[in-house]
């Protein structure tokens, strides 16, 4: 590791304007970040320590594959799709291991081998029978036994699959490894689950709850008990606009074969019509600068506020307007994290809490599910307060390895959000000491209570114990591997006359390795 004897503590004016420049959205956008990414906020107890992304990678290793066994649609979409994948994509796209992408081909080949034209249940409509190979379920007691296919379930499970195609088709390297399956995915979404939808499409067929004496609440979600896209709930329609706007890209590069005559029409019209859609029922709350959202304001739920939960469908379907300049903008993606940071978050980090319903009102549901926002860690480039909150919680509070993927998730997008925002180092060990013990010098310290610029800890994965012969150098590091303990053994170091120094390094590749803590001389 390099000398460390330049190092100076990062000041927040520089913060503030290096954040100016930060990107938002793991390669999902390439907007610029807002300006103030980091204000200053006060040190907490225990400050953050966990490195996420390994504990991603642990979860991983024993849980990924859990949901891919069966043919439930549901499970695949809820599972796998609509978590592991996305996050195997935005490991991925910042990290660069092609690890991730193998583990999510492998995923992708054993859920499109579980489509079926004929479902695999007992009792089943007959129209579903319809030459159109796809995923359903009847898992929910309100149409149990009958079988049904929602148009939510199959936009969460083909979005990530379109997206590792663009990913795939825009990336001369990865084209050559993963053109052959980018191929064959789109084709296989478009002839079975686009045509299938494409045959049956209307964004409102006029009718009334009493057209359907069936399905109750959820009237209209299915293929063939179909109201419209307009009647669903916003994220269960934006679901499925992610995958339009991706092939509506993908429909403009050179690799785009046509399936169909007038799918890359239906693919510009539909997407851009279900984020505009989206966007106008956006809620400006102009004191706190910020958006808030009803869960489905034409559906049977018009009153009801969104939940933090399903809010990461709708951030993800604002990020892919941005992206293609559709109805979003920058300032639309800001307002979304002043959505966290002033109406979810309680504004503490010592006992951070967070409500339920984006917009409130307080619900019992807060502390069972307030924590569940992962989805706005995708804007943590403009308020990294967004990370700050939710690993000071899942720090205290949350053992990865007892929840499924919808919690799971929330570790991977805090490793990301660390790689891709974090650009500040730990500050520097505290109360440095040396004492020979016979024949050797044992160094102790205390772990630094803050960032370098003063403000609340990110991330500290361990420290770096450097040496001379004179206290101004030049200094050399004693150790490759950064220390998780705060002391350090110099074998043999008493027979002579050392200065010793230390430094904090953090979690991000290469770490930010912090300023150095006050010199002090072997006794």
């Known amino acids: 590791m390099a000398d460390s004897s330049g190092h100076t503590a990062v000041s927040l004016p520089l913060r503030l304007f290096l954040s100016a420049f930060l990107p938002v959205g793991f390669g999902w956008t390439d907007v610029p970040a807002a300006s103030e990414t980091k204000p200053p906020s006060v040190p907490f107890e ?196 992610d995958g339009l706007v991706t092939l509506r890209r993908l429909s403009r590069l050179p690799y785009y074969k046509t399936y169909k005559e007038g799918f890359a029409r239906f693919y510009a019209d539909q997407s851009e019509q279900m984020l505009r859609h989206f966007h106008d029922r956006l809620l400006y709350d102009p004191e706190a600068e910020a958006y808030t959202w009803k869960y489905g304001p034409e559906s049977h739920w018009p009153d009801l506020m969104e939940d933090v939960g399903h809010a990461f469908i709708d951030i993800q379907a604002a990020l892919q307007g941005v992206r293609s300049g559709l109805s979003f903008t920058r300032k639309d993606l800001e307002r979304m994290a002043n959505t966290f940071v002033r109406r979810v978050w309680n504004g503490s980090l010592e006992e951070p809490s967070f409500e339920y319903y984006i917009g409130g009102p307080a619900s019992k549901l807060d502390a069972e599910r307030g924590w569940r926002g992962w989805g706005f860690l995708y804007l943590a480039g403009y308020d990294y307060r967004i990370w700050e909150s939710m690993a000071a919680y899942f720090e205290k509070e949350i053992s990865i390895q007892a929840w499924p993927a919808h919690v799971a998730a929330t570790a991977a997008m805090l490793g990301i959000a660390a790689q891709a925002y974090d650009r500040w180092p730990p500050g520097a060990p505290l109360h440095v000491e040396a004492r020979r013990i016979g024949k050797d010098v044992r160094v102790t310290w205390r772990r630094p209570e803050t960032d370098a610029d003063s403000t609340a800890l990110t991330g500290l994965k361990g420290y770096i114990v450097y040496r001379a012969t004179a206290a101004e150098g030049p200094f050399a590091p ?40 006050a010199v002090v001389l072997t006794p």
Not at 89 to 115: G, M, P, S
Not at 500 to 510: E, G, K
């Open 46 to 241: 225990g400050a953050v320590s966990t490195d996420w992304y390994e504990t991603f990678a642990t979860w991983d290793r024993t849980y990924g594959d859990n949901y891919l066994d069966g043919r439930d649609g549901g499970s695949f979409a809820w599972g796998p799709s609509a978590y592991v994948q996305r996050m195997y994509l935005n490991l991925y796209r910042t990290f660069k291991e092609q690890v991730w992408l193998d583990k999510l081909v492998e995923q992708v080949d054993r859920i499109l081998i579980a489509r079926s034209d004929v479902p695999p249940y007992e009792v089943y409509d007959p129209r579903y029978v319809d030459g159109y190979g796809g995923w359903g379920q009847n898992r929910y007691r309100q149409y149990r036994p009958e079988y049904t296919e929602w148009f939510s379930d199959d936009g969460l499970i083909i979005s990530p699959i379109l997206a590792f195609v663009e990913l795939v088709w825009e990336d001369p390297s990865l084209h050559a490894a993963y053109g052959t399956k980018a191929d064959e995915y789109l084709r296989a979404v478009e002839e079975d689950v686009i045509a299938k939808w494409h045959a049956n499409w209307a964004p409102d067929t006029g009718w009334t709850a009493g057209d359907s004496s069936r399905y109750g609440e959820d009237a209209g979600y299915h293929v063939y008990e179909w109201s419209g896209w307009k009647r669903q709930p916003l994220n269960m329609y934006l679901s499925f606009a």
């Open 478 to 517: 004693l150790n490759d591997v950064p220390l998780d303990t705060t002391r350090y053994v110099d074998r043999g170091a008493a027979s002579g006359s050392f200065h010793y120094r230390i430094t904090a390094v953090d979690y991000r590749r290469p770490p930010n390795e912090g300023p150095p803590s």
